[in-house]
């Protein structure tokens, strides 16, 4: 059963940089195809696609996001981070991880998701 | 920048069928785009409905259906339920890793 779950501060206040820490069971990023995704929701919005790592670490970012953000993995703490720096309040949302197979491109499972809110 | 689109919100009777529809801003959405679709119900985590254009996710009801319409990725229910009423995302892969989700359409069932 492969499950995610997303941890990091509920609150930050702008200029800071926030770290997400995505924490997955039942599948491992050194088995080939695997990938980690992250997704965000600002609230009453749509989602957004942010981020995504492969298992052989090829990285991959939102064109409009990329200069704030870096994607990393802990393949021995079955974990991916994801830091995003500058933070603003429109920034303020649900933030997803989810796994995604190399080759389908669709996100087949998905973690509960945490809320940031971003405020002095 | 491309934009994927989605109508921002429609209707069906109960029993009835829709077909919500997800494009590109400019060109066409193909096979090649990988369309994929995903249920949201409020305060919940999205749930993954439909891939690579037409495959049921595992427990999905076979009243939803995933299609390409002309140059439009398609969702369609078909004799809709109460419980359908959520937001719907469709997801396009638009190469060199990157994925991108169109607005959302809210449906409502009434």
């Known amino acids: 059963q492969v499950t995610l779950r997303e941890s990091g501060p509920a609150l930050v206040k702008p200029t800071q940089t926030l770290t997400l820490t995505c924490t997955f069971s039942g599948f491992s990023l050194s088995t080939s195809r695997m990938c980690v995704t992250w997704i965000r929701q600002p609230p009453g919005k749509a989602l957004e696609w942010l981020a995504r790592i492969d298992w052989d670490d090829d990285k991959y970012y939102s064109t409009s996001l990329k200069t704030r953000l870096t994607i990393s993995k802990d393949t021995s703490k079955n974990q991916v981070v994801l830091t995003m720096t500058n933070m603003d309040p429109v920034d303020t949302a649900t933030y997803y991880c989810?796994?995604?197979?190399?080759?389908?491109?669709?996100?087949?499972?998905w973690g509960q998701g945490t809320l940031v809110t971003v405020s002095s | 920048q491309t934009v994927v689109t989605q109508e921002p919100s429609f209707s069906v009777s109960p029993g009835g069928t829709v077909t919500l529809t997800c494009g590109l801003s400019s060109g066409s959405v193909s096979t090649n785009s990988f369309p994929s679709w995903y249920q949201q119900t409020p305060g919940q985590a999205p749930r993954t409905l439909i891939y690579t254009t037409n495959t049921l996710s595992s427990g999905v009801p076979d009243r939803f259906s995933g299609s390409i319409l002309g140059n439009k990725a398609a969702l369609t229910i078909t004799g809709a339920q109460a419980d359908d009423e959520s937001d719907y995302y469709c997801v396009l892969y638009m190469g060199s890793g990157i994925s991108l989700f169109g607005g959302g359409t809210k449906l409502t069932v009434l």
């Open positions: 989810a796994r995604i197979r190399s080759g389908s491109y669709f996100f087949d499972s």
